[in-house]
């Protein structure tokens, strides 16, 4: 019995990689036709639809994109300002909140993990959240706007939380009996092993605010401040708007449609598609402990 396994072992394993990549080339394919479709005359897109290889190769949707190039730099520069600084600021709170709402000694942790659930199912909506940001904080056109909102979600505070129940408590208990302080117990034992779940946070907190225009579009005018999101928001409207209007005939035969579309989403998820495979095997550990974890 033992040596059958054995032999059939190679075959499941065979098996295994062979549905994987079917589930990796499922995932792939997708970015493949995007970009493809991003390098296509939008003519040929229209008249064949999407394909894995350009059929008429084209680069004038980037060209049009870049035109102004000191535009879409700015705004490049603003929206990783505003990953770097919500994803910086939030990881310090939630591992904070993660950490206090983990502690046994804490009377009321139960209480106030509830209250922070209890925001999941019920909200006061976007008329008194917008005038709270802009009427009672003054942050109308204001980063801080943008980078405030979703600093602090439920749903990242109590995956935090559950991942931090993978911490043994007897460690904490011998640090006390050593004489280290909390702050010391938080920086010294609870953050260097919780590596997976700070990058899961991270990854999620750093994709919620690059992918973000819904907020901005809320709270900011200027247009210096705009970032990526909804600068590229911005000229899609004013190309559609263009497009479906019939006082320019000769210009909307030359501009990109459907291309456009595509390089705007190459543009815009390109850098944080690069950045997902250092923090994936963290990712990965992280959500299984903070979903196993009750």
């Not at 970009?35 to 680069?59: E, K, M, R, V, W």
């Not at 035109?67 to 700015?74: C, E, G, V």
Request: aromatic fraction near 12%; include cysteine.
């Amino acid at each position: 019995m033992k040596k059958e396994a054995i032999q059939s072992s190679p075959a499941m394993s065979a098996a295994s990689f062979g549905i994987m990549l079917v589930i990796s080339l499922a995932c792939l394919i997708p970015f493949v036709i995007i970009i493809s479709a991003s390098l296509t005359d939008n003519a040929a897109i229209i008249q064949n639809g999407y394909s894995i290889l350009p059929s008429a190769f084209s680069t004038y949707a980037y060209t049009y994109l870049f035109r102004n190039p000191t535009d879409i730099l700015q705004a490049y520069s603003v929206t990783i300002f505003i990953t770097l600084v919500g994803t910086s600021l939030g990881l310090i709170l939630i591992t904070m909140a993660g950490y206090v709402l983990n502690r046994n000694d804490f009377r009321y942790r139960n209480h106030i993990a509830f209250f922070i659930y209890f925001t999941t199912l019920f909200s006061a909506g976007m008329i008194p959240t917008y005038m709270l940001v802009v009427m009672d904080l003054n942050l109308k056109d204001s980063l801080w706007a943008v980078i405030l909102m979703p600093l602090l979600t439920p749903f990242n505070v109590l995956l935090m939380r559950n991942f931090m129940k993978s911490i043994p408590h007897e460690m904490i208990e011998a640090a006390k009996i050593d004489s280290a302080g909390d702050w010391k117990i938080f920086t010294r034992i609870v953050l260097p092993l919780s590596g997976p779940g700070i990058a899961t946070i991270g990854l999620f907190l750093a994709l919620q605010y690059w992918n973000d225009w819904y907020q901005s579009m809320l709270y900011l005018s200027d247009a210096d401040k705009f970032p990526l999101q909804l600068y590229l928001y911005n000229i899609l409207t004013a190309q559609q708007n263009l497009a479906n209007s019939g006082e320019i005939v000769t210009t909307t035969n030359t501009m990109p449609t459907e291309s456009i579309k595509m390089a705007m989403a190459v543009v815009a998820t390109g850098p944080i598609i690069l950045a997902y495979p250092f923090v994936q095997k963290y990712f990965v550990k992280g959500i299984m402990i903070g979903a196993v974890k009750g």
